[in-house]
């Protein structure tokens, strides 16, 4: 029995060094770790069924001056073979007709054509015009517009073109056929030029889209960095001290950074376009089709899409670019079109189809009915994974790969932060958070925009997302470190819970039957009870309501701008429409005059007792955002002029009472109607990836790189194709037109974690930085993480380790913790002789060491950078470091000290870096 | 923020009218205040808006005719919603306004009973479902109505999509099941022919010549429709939000906050039965009652931080005093204990002084205290506390000097002991520090380490240990960081504590058959001395925890058992 301890310890003793040779121990076991790698009961992914041929790209452009006219439709558009291309070269002059064949289109001049069924005059002849057009060399082949066109243009402009005047999205389905469709309508934000102005260098090379000469009016690229939107949110935040949370009380943290997220977006309203003589729209739409027996698989589709939506409409949105970028040619419109409608049927499909991890391993862990002996099974498994990666061969591979990891994907962060509630369900060492349920629906944010917030880790503001990539050339292990990685990243899981919505006694639809309903409904109005002694609202802030003249001048005008709605007059009033966009822009500044005053009262607050602890913490919150959202108000009041004297135009009824009678309400109040107490039971459905982008995004070992996946594992020895497309990626994300998070939030730095499993490295590409790449340095912090894993397989059993390695990733939390509050207390004395630069404002990657031996590094010099040549010059002579707004010096003093007092090295503090600043902004503690 | 619910008609007359606005906003109930001010200037609102307006003349453009508003709350979700056909909210009224006219005017469904989701950031984003319901006195014997749900949030509204609209769909159907009803009834005569008795006989009769302007209570035949379109607007409103659930998970309560919980409960059940004697006051752990209390204390809400304590049955004074709680001392406590370095003047004795109240010696602190002010001697054991797990830690105050031995620290106060010579009875391995105190200022006069080393060489000390004192001479940090930093090792050791705990129930890794040397590569210590501190801490796990793996570790004897047996088969 000693001698074999002793063995244990031998390698126990050398972990670090990883010089042992292995013992018989560590050989069981790694062979043990290639044994099947997933023995549960786990459902297998079965491929989705998706046609490329069968989505279809539509184009319009919709001017003042030209009216509604197809730009594109990729049905009747093709290139044609290289083959037939020789045959046709002499041709080349047809281009010219293209624009010609694209206005005659039916449907498109609608002023003059009279409408038309979708039986059109094209029936009559049975092939329709062909044309033909050559661009770059390319032939394209353009056939008569199809007849369904102009349905089409009505869904996606609305049956009144130009009435419609921001940008929009629509989503329609259709029965027959079996389709869905996609459309986005927006104006032009280029100023309307000759075709000849048109450089013929801007094309659809989506790496020249990000340097947009045309928009001297849009943002410029210096103001994207400082968003003014996020920076006025979170300061109204700070000045509230939202939560107050301390030390331990992270209880609502993650909701809290759902919450900022809300708070965030809210506040973003859209700009009012500068003043255009000529708006010019463009509709883009795209509409996916399946057969008319294809029921079951539309239907699979259709729930991928909306959960999928934000994903979905950032491939459409290159479209969008593309379309917009190209409008004023003609020939290279329908080339770069055609182009981008040939990506982004390759983007959804892969997006669709790809094989996912199908159970990752966060996931079947916190699965409530999980039973011991199958976490147990599971817990071996990850540690013979972990067991696998430290054989000597690997070195300190993956402390690199957990490192990187940990530091980036933060997701794990609330799920080591300490619970206060005595929760009810508990999977194991984790508390459910059941304060979620209740706190969605009056935050209403999406669950799967949370989701996608901890997939991509974007918590940092300004914002920054990671990506993890692995490659290698041999798929078993790839998938062996794909699996123990998912153990990792921690987003939320979603459980649908769909009631039963038939409110007929039958499913009978001939027979439609309301008894039991209705009994229901008569029970409930006859127990409503009126609400007394409500007095008429008379308003404090009578600003609104002095200029009753102009309200009845104005109303009179709405009523006719209905009546013109009515009469389907087609030529749109130019002047009322330009006092509608004044009018809109008005309400947004106005609104504030209704909110109402008694929520900022403190007395309801300390009134609202509750004996329930959660209720209580419940409301306080609710009160908190409250008052946010009314100091957000006030402060947008105060800097809102005077309200126009036409403010209130619109928003009474536009029917005017002539002899304003004296209200005769009456306020009842109605129990909660819950039909679902009639027997029917709602259904619970989970664990599929098409509904929860949690199992989604993780895709398994597959041969290409896709944007769209935070986890994936590429099996190819091509290392330096995926870093191109990495990198491409990156410089996408942080363009103009290109990624954006979510609702249009700007993306500051976009990170990819490439984890080479061929020459065992970890390698952090930052947007930041470009092509350099910075090699993770292991951390003394990760070290205890791993050995727990070890103890497990020598002694203990090895749920036990699972256990530990929470404790000790908790451990990291609360040193984060004591760190951040040691900052706090040094730098209120550092500063008064030394200016110590802010440390939440920045959202750099931790800069670069002097241990970079990247191979990478010349790249950076000839890379093509699109900012200022200074900057360039600037990049290049400082390194990295440059590129940061602010950052904490690593050889500071305050740095120094912290390495010294928590006994860290320099790595460690990387490592934590973004940890800190995370919970920084979270705690909102004022560190400099 | 909101979600809403609207129906709107389109009216021959007026074109497209809004019905029936439900919308939604969070509600604090409120058990105490019967005289809801706030909420009757919020329900008041809504009285001043329904202006009729001219809406008693066009029948059409009215749903209820006789001024009726409807509300319900949703206790469990605090949600209020409100029905009326128009809102006070102007933005809310634009949008909706913005909503009906594109919902019956512009867009164009693919097909009847397929919605259609339009939207942009600016008017937010809604779905909207057309529909028509017969009736005998309109044109064209129908009229076109439209439901809509309005939201803010585009992808949350996508993907609720199919989901509401089927939804509407059910309440649709419901009201044309309803018209079709009617509009039987209206169409056709029933004429009494002899011909057939058991079948009746029915005239269909010619449609009105003008078309009358209906309400769609009328429609439907009931009278009482609005409350039946805003309880089903309610239900889909709170059916939407509870469609998709999330769960998240937090980490379990830290091992200090489950023993200040196991504490309560078993408080909670003492109380029940038996009074408790006020002379033993036990102290209980800091972390999580002192954060608790400083959230509130800190945030505008004192009042309800005195309202939950007085809500508490315990004796204020016994259980979850801030008593003994280094943050409700913090700087106070912090500056008071340096200041007992700077008397006591020799860096060994407190070495030897943290070392043995960190391994779970006894610690005897006789104080002289002159004012009869118990704050200052309460703020100074705060900071021992501070250095042991909440579970490590019992405390008594008294003036026995027969102390109890289950306490590791006694407060001992000799200005109640009338001759000063009684000696404290305390076993071998107890410290007694002596502090006398100013009788002016509350200051430290002299502090004294009574029960001294037996050899100043012989003084061990730990890693902990010097890590406290490093702190402690580390003037730039604050009570907060040093607090922060204490907590954070004590989150370390105790974690070893829990390893050593659980090898200790493995048989194969039992702390018998380890050398001290091996024990301590487990744990990752380097000091033999804290070995020491983590077998005691152990104390500080919590029974749950301990618990769990005592089931965990029977679990699995029992798997191998039967992998045995299943083997030897």
Redesign the interface.
Known sequence: ?SSF?NRV?GK??QLSSKKNTPTTNTSSSSSSSLLPLVPLDLPQWIPPDLNRDHIRLLVFSDSDDVGLELIFDSKTLRIISSSDNENLTNKQSIAINTRTSLSQVPGSNRTTKPPMGPSSSSVNRPRPAITRFTHRGKIYELMKASNDIRNYA??IF???PL??K???????????PL?I?MSRVFVIKLPDRPDTVVNTSITSEPETVTINPFSPFGSSPSNRSSNSNVSVASSTISSI?L?????????FG??YRRWLK?AN??M???QKQPGRRFRRCIGVAFIITFQQNELSKYKHF??FF??H??LIENHFHKIMTAAEVNINERNAIAAALLDKLFSFKDDLYTLYTRPRLVSPAWYIL?QEHLT??KR?ALAQQLCSIIDLFTTPKYGDFLNCVLSAILSYQLSWL???????V?TKQ??L?????DY???L????????????LIDLFSAYGSPLYICRTVLVGSDSSLLIRLLYLLSFFI?P????????N????DTNDEQN?T?KK?RLY?KE??DN?TQ?Q???????VHSIHWDDNDDDDDDNEQNLED??D??SNDTSPNHDSSSNHDNH?TI??E??N??Q????T??D????????HDI??L???L??HI?QMIIAGDQEKNQLSEKPDKKTSL?????????I??T?????????????SNLGHESIEINNDYHLDLALSLISSVTSSYSSDFILQAIETTNINDIRHSIISQHTYDISENGGSF???EQIDTSITILINLDDISVNLYSSKHNDIARRQECTTLIK?LI?HAH?AQ????A??AL??M???L??IY??A??I???M???N??LCSHESVSSFGDSSSIASHTSGDTDDQRSMGTNNTVTELPTQTLINSMLSNDSSHTIQIDHNSELVQNILR?FQLQRSDYMFLENILRVLEREQKQMIG | MSASCALQHFCDIHGPQILLCTEERTYIHDLNDNDNEGLKAFYSQYIKSEHPQGKVECKSCTLSSDGTLVSTVDLSTHMLYISSSSTPNQELFKNIRNACVRSLNIEKSTENGQPVLFGDDENGFCLSLVFSCKDFHARGSQRLYSLCYLCNDKYHLISLMRFISECMRQVIYWLQHDADETYEEEGRIKVNTNLNETIPTYIFRPPPHTPSQRMLSDIVHDSKLIYRIHALFVWILRTSHSAINESLFDALPTEEQTTKQERKDICENEHLTKHRTRAIVEILPSILTTNKQNYFSTSIYASIDSDYQNENDFDDDDYDSLEYQFSSYGNKALQLFKEFIIKLNDIKHLQHILYNWIIGNQLIIKYTNRLDNKEFIRAFASVFRLFLPDGCCHLIETTNPIASCTANLVLFDTDLITTNEIEINHDTNSIIITIIVDSIDDHIREAKLETLPLLKSKIIVSTYVKMIIEALNDNSLDDEAFEAIITQHKIKYLNKAKLYFQLGRCQIASTLSLSERQQMNILNVNNPNDLLLIRFWQKGLSQSYKTQIRMLKQDDNQQQQQQKTSKLK
């Open positions: 029995m301890l310890f126990n003793l009505d869904y609305g049956t009144m009435v419609f921001g940008t929009g999205m629509k989503i329609h389905t259709s029965k027959s389709q469709m001290d939560l107050g949370e301390d030390l331990t009380n992270q209880r993650r909701l809300c977006r809210s973003k309203k859209n259709e729930e909306c959960t939506a934000p916190t011991m002996s147990r609330s799920t080591v932060s300490p619970s206060l005595k508990q999977v060492f984790k508390a459910k958070a979620v349920n209740s969605q629906s009056f935050l209403q944010y999406s669950p799967l925009w949370g989701q921690r939320s899981y979603l459980i649908y819970k769909i009631p919505t038939i409110l007929s439609r309301y309903n409904m409930l109005i409503s609400i002694d409500i007095e008429p609202y008379s308003p209905d009546i709605i009515l809109i309400y947004n106005s609104q005059f209704y109402l005053t008694y929520t009262s403190d309801i607050e300390s009134q609202s007792v509750d004996e209720s209580q419940l409301d306080t609710i009160l409250e619109t928003l009474q009824s536009p029917i005017k009472s002539v304003p009678s209200p005769i309400k009456t306020l009842m109040s109605l129990s909660l109607f819950e039909p979510l609702n249009g205890p050995k103890l020598q002694f203990l059993p749920d036990f256990l530990n929470e404790d000790s908790q451990e609360f040193l913790l004591a951040l509050k040691y706090k207390a040094n209120r004395t007092k």
